[in-house]
């Protein structure tokens, strides 16, 4: 069973420039959700979705931050335009909701502004 | 407020030699409890789980964990660490329902000396 992919795994851009990142969760998982890790810190929710509707968006900051989850399968979290301190990991983690708290993550986005 | 500490950012432990990682958690409610390890370049791995019941609970790779209620801990163990266990490992809580998000602690950094 294919597990949670994420691309582009590496991105460097100028700042105040748009970048987006992919996520494919794991099949027939309705949840899903990304996270924001910062240098040295644990992972942070920026959104959750329970198939294609948000249903945590709480701690995207929405001047800036989107994403979509069309169909309730892949999502793209975008940013637009990028500042310094989003430089970070993008974590993607899905959830079939059977095992409560039991998260599959994918291997991450490096997001590097320059 | 909720909120994972885990007092140690990081730990060198001799190969052989047993290991205890700290956990402490500040929760409304009875939360469930986890703990993950992200090796370098990896997503997130769900080392454990306790949700109720015995309050000594077995995970993969040999590790367990205690909840503790008097002390609002939940500190990971394994009796005999090896090289292949260096990782950042991160304490996580969450409610009682399925799908939701967790919140973890900042993560505390594993090494392994021979």
């Known amino acids: 069973e294919a597990g949670v992919v994420q691309s582009p795994r590496y991105k460097i851009i100028e700042k105040k420039q748009p970048v987006a990142f992919w996520c494919n969760p794991i099949s027939g998982h309705n949840t899903l959700y990304w996270y924001l890790q910062n240098l040295g810190q644990g992972p942070e929710l920026l959104i959750r979705?329970?198939?294609?509707?948000?249903?945590?968006d709480s701690q995207l900051p929405k001047d800036r931050f989107s994403a979509e989850r069309l169909k309730g399968v892949d999502s793209t979290l975008k940013i637009q335009p990028a500042e310094l301190g989003d430089s970070a990991v993008y974590l993607c983690a899905s959830s079939s909701g059977t095992v409560p708290g039991e998260l599959f993550f994918g291997e991450g986005s490096r997001l590097t502004v320059l | 407020a909720q909120s994972v500490t885990q007092p140690d950012i990081h730990i060198t432990v001799s190969e052989g030699a047993s290991l205890e990682l700290r956990c402490n958690y500040s929760?409304?409610?009875?939360?469930?409890l986890f703990w993950y390890v992200q090796s370098p370049g990896q997503g997130l791995q769900l080392l454990l789980k306790y949700f109720s019941g015995d309050t000594l609970v077995q995970g993969i790779k040999g590790f367990e964990a205690e909840f503790k209620r008097s002390q609002s801990s939940f500190n990971l163990r394994k009796p005999s660490v090896h090289w292949s266990d260096a990782a950042e490992y991160f304490c996580a809580v969450g409610a009682q329902q399925a799908g939701t998000a967790l919140i973890f602690g900042k993560g505390t950094t594993l090494s392994v000396s021979s």
């Open positions: 979705y329970e198939n294609e509707e948000a249903v945590d």
């Open positions: 929760y409304g409610a009875t939360p469930y």
